[in-house]
Nanobody, 126 residues
Framework: QVQLVESGGGLVQAGGSLRLACVAS????????MGWFRQAPGKEREFVAA????????DYADSVKGRFSISRDNAKNTVYLQMSSLKPEDTAVYFC???????????????????WGQGTQVTVSS
């Protein structure tokens, strides 16, 4: 399985921006679809965004569509999540995940992912 390490989280004011990064090691990064999920205190982990292995197709949760953008650089074994117009309700621990499910649209269900990072905290103040 691929190992994943997230970075880029922090404290930001509402309306601000952050860019998360997730670096993969121990596997062939370009053979995985990648996703971002988040988990707020007391809530279940939820889908945020996903991207196919070549980066051609992306998918977003309705709550972040138009504000967040997922991208990947296969040469750097890295997937990014650019977050803009952040809201207090975006506060959560953000996790990246790798999926060997490479046929069809970007996977959006947790069960479709094989490897997970440890998460990075994003806090948006009002």
């Amino acid at each position: 399985q691929v190992q994943l390490v997230e970075s880029g989280g922090g404290l930001v004011q509402a309306g601000g921006s952050l860019r998360l990064a997730c670096v993969a090691s121990g596997g062939t990064f370009s053979s995985y679809a990648m996703g971002w999920f988040r988990q707020a205190p007391g809530k279940e982990r939820e889908f945020v965004a996903a991207i196919t292995w070549r980066g051609v197709n992306t998918d977003y949760a309705d709550s972040v569509k138009g504000r967040f953008s997922i991208s990947r650089d296969n040469a750097k074994n890295t997937v990014y999540l650019q977050m803009s117009s952040l809201k207090p309700e975006d506060t959560a621990v953000y996790f990246c995940a790798a999926s060997a499910y490479v046929h069809g649209p970007p996977p959006r269900f947790m069960g479709e992912y094989d490897s997970w990072g440890q998460g990075t905290q994003v806090t948006v103040s009002s």
